[in-house]
């Protein structure tokens, strides 16, 4: 299986938080599930610890390579810029990975690079990956908090969209 790109200031193990979270289904595609990834205004229906979703130099709401964009999310406004950007196609997966910020001072700033795989899988199975690197003060609480909100956050998203792909190829 395919696996996510990291640049090295953001390799998982070095980093203040790392979340890493996983599923694989049956009876949906990659390109199925693109569709409520990639497109942000679908993000609401599927997770509900994302708003405030606004573009900067792209109409949006599609995300594109070097697309700039602001969210909301963990109590965090998240300026963001995609850094990677590959749909999913005939045995390649769809890749997406921005990086985001908090601004902020020493205690305060938070920098994230946050990354999802989506590939087909052989008997009708898709994978979702997604993982999140950070660095910085709020990373490092982040991390000690039990049980892990990126953690759970993030399989929330997951679940969303696969309820959301689901339903609309029902």
């Not at 938080?17 to 990834?37: D, H, P, R, Y």
């Not at 709401?61 to 964009?69: H, W």
């Not at 490092?140 to 399989?155: T, W």
Request: glycine fraction near 10%.
């Amino acid at each position: 299986m395919n696996t996510i790109i990291w640049p090295s200031k953001y390799t998982p193990g070095v980093t203040d938080n790392f979340a890493s979270n996983e599923m694989i289904v049956a009876g949906i595609t990659a390109k199925q599930v693109w569709k409520f990834l990639a497109d942000t205004s679908e993000w609401t229906g599927c997770y509900d610890n994302a708003s405030d979703i606004r573009f900067y130099n792209i109409a949006g709401p599609v995300l594109s390579q070097g697309a700039k964009f602001h969210f909301a999310t963990f109590g965090f406004p998240i300026e963001a810029e995609v850094v990677e950007y590959e749909e999913p196609g005939e045995g390649k997966p769809g890749r997406v990975a921005w990086h985001g910020w908090a601004e902020g001072d020493a205690e305060t700033r938070l920098d994230v690079h946050h990354a999802w795989l989506i590939e087909d899988l052989d008997g009708g199975r898709v994978r979702i990956l997604t993982q999140e690197s950070q660095i910085g003060k709020p990373a490092q609480e982040l991390s000690k908090a039990k049980p892990n909100p990126m953690i759970n956050g993030h399989q929330k998203w997951i679940d969303g969209l696969i309820r959301a792909t689901r339903k609309a190829n029902a």
